[in-house]
């Protein structure tokens, strides 16, 4: 049994230029043979559950996962029971719903504080840079977040919502240089803690809020990173939710990481320990959703962008271990490894993960929209 399944990997890891205990730096070194049968029959959540449990390593993990997505391997395995029960929930229920709002707060985003201030930039930006004409971490964050306020064309007396604020970031950029207010809001604890002190004496109002119980006029809109935790189910709610409360005049921006294909959930390893109830939207869904409520003035597509950043982060991440290891386990450290890594590599692979940002008025802008770059 398990010689078949050492074969079927094998045979598969092939297609994509990979080798089981080979020589290159994307080759799999496997240190327990059970991994074979997990990989094919659990396919991601096998992968990388085994990967946590130390069955396998790989000197280059976000190289051999690039290739995986570019030999689109994981579509040429099917998932057995134990998969599909642990991605059901998508399709009988809305994982998204009101009342399950605050999950992802709990399970990812207050993991701690310490942890993210080790590993993203000195704003904590936790979403992709924008490395367009810089080199480091922290200038490709300022030059994302001056993009997106010079595609709002921000002016001062404004007022702005931040649908997904984290630690403030935006609304504290925003604030200092544009002279705008802004209302951030997250459903982290943690978030709106430290965001209130790193926003102290600004006109930046955090709150712990779902994006559903905010009723006020804004003269524009910002989300970044937030409507992957909205869903398939809840993305014409959210639309609808932003056009009533932008000003007739305003304009609303997207930034969000985009599949190339349509789906209706996440998969299983993303669900079960980073993003729980998260799914990336396609542009067929975004389209429908937003068909006959905004008018699309703008759409950028920065993708390659993530790859960098993903890995600036792991850097800082590995580099920053033995500060922060104390609260962590080793498998959490190869869990975070695994996340970051094959992150980067499906973005470096260009044919399954996009980032856009999208800029979107409800009547039009008169004269048109002078897309920004």
């Known amino acids: 049994m398990n010689t078949r399944y050492k074969n079927l990997t094998e045979n598969?890891?092939?297609?994509?230029?990979?080798?089981?205990?080979?020589?290159?730096?994307?080759?799999?070194?496997?240190h327990d043979e059970?991994?074979?049968?997990?990989?094919?029959?659990?396919v991601e959540l096998g992968l990388g559950e085994?990967?946590?449990?130390?069955?396998?390593?790989?000197?280059?993990?976000?190289?051999?996962?690039?290739r995986i997505i570019r030999?689109?391997?994981?579509?040429?395995?099917?998932?057995?029971?134990?998969?599909?029960l642990q991605l059901a929930g998508f399709y009988l229920i809305n994982m998204q719903a009101r009342r399950r709002a605050y999950i992802i707060g709990e399970r990812h985003y207050d993991l701690g504080n310490d942890l993210f201030q080790n590993m993203?930039?000195?704003?904590?930006?936790?979403?992709?840079?924008?490395?367009?004409?810089?080199?480091?971490?922290?200038?490709?964050?300022?030059?994302?977040?001056?993009?997106?306020?010079?595609?709002?064309?921000?002016?001062?007396?404004?007022?702005?919502?931040?649908?997904?604020c984290g630690w403030g970031a935006f609304g504290k950029y925003a604030a200092e240089?544009?002279?705008?207010?802004?209302?951030?809001?997250?459903?982290?604890?943690?978030?709106?803690?430290?965001?209130?002190?790193?926003?102290?004496?600004?006109?930046?109002?955090?709150?712990?809020?779902?994006?559903?119980?905010?009723?006020?006029?804004?003269?524009?809109?910002?989300?970044?990173?937030?409507?992957?935790?909205v869903g398939y189910k809840n993305y014409k709610k959210y639309f609808e939710?932003?056009?009533?409360?932008?000003?007739?005049?305003?304009?609303?921006?997207?930034?969000?990481?985009?599949?190339?294909?349509s789906t209706l959930s996440t998969d299983a390893w993303t669900h079960k320990y980073i993003f729980p109830n998260g799914m990336l939207p396609s542009i067929a869904q975004l389209g429908k959703a937003i068909e006959g409520k905004f008018v699309m003035e703008d759409w950028h597509n920065i993708g390659a962008d993530y790859d960098k950043t993903l890995i600036a982060w792991y850097d800082n991440f590995k580099n920053s271990w033995n500060k922060i290891k104390d609260k962590y386990s080793e498998r959490f450290y190869r869990m975070w490894e695994y996340f970051l890594?094959?992150?980067?590599?499906?973005?470096?692979?260009?044919?399954?993960?996009?980032?856009?940002?999208?800029?979107l008025s409800k009547n039009g802008v008169l004269g048109g929209y002078n897309s920004v770059r």
């Open 34 to 42: 059970r991994f074979y049968k997990r990989a094919i029959t659990e």
């Open 120 to 164: 993203l930039d000195k704003r904590l930006n936790y979403s992709c840079a924008y490395w367009k004409g810089v080199s480091t971490l922290d200038e490709a964050q300022v030059n994302k977040l001056e993009l997106i306020c010079n595609k709002l064309y921000l002016k001062p007396g404004m007022k702005v919502l931040d649908i997904g």
């Open 341 to 359: 890594l094959s992150s980067a590599g499906a973005f470096r692979a260009r044919n399954k993960n996009q980032l856009w940002q999208i800029v």
């Open 241 to 261: 939710i932003a056009k009533r409360d932008l000003k007739d005049d305003g304009l609303f921006l997207l930034h969000t990481i985009g599949e190339v294909r």
């Open 12 to 30: 598969l890891l092939s297609l994509a230029g990979i080798e089981i205990n080979g020589i290159k730096p994307w080759d799999i070194q496997v």
């Open 50 to 66: 085994s990967y946590m449990d130390g069955w396998w390593d790989v000197e280059k993990l976000d190289d051999m996962i690039y």
């Open 177 to 229: 240089k544009y002279n705008v207010e802004v209302v951030g809001i997250t459903v982290s604890k943690e978030q709106v803690e430290l965001g209130k002190e790193l926003c102290k004496g600004l006109p930046v109002e955090i709150r712990l809020q779902d994006y559903r119980e905010v009723n006020e006029k804004f003269d524009r809109i910002v989300s970044v990173g937030m409507i992957e935790h």
């Open 71 to 84: 030999a689109d391997l994981q579509n040429k395995v099917k998932r057995n029971l134990k998969v599909a």
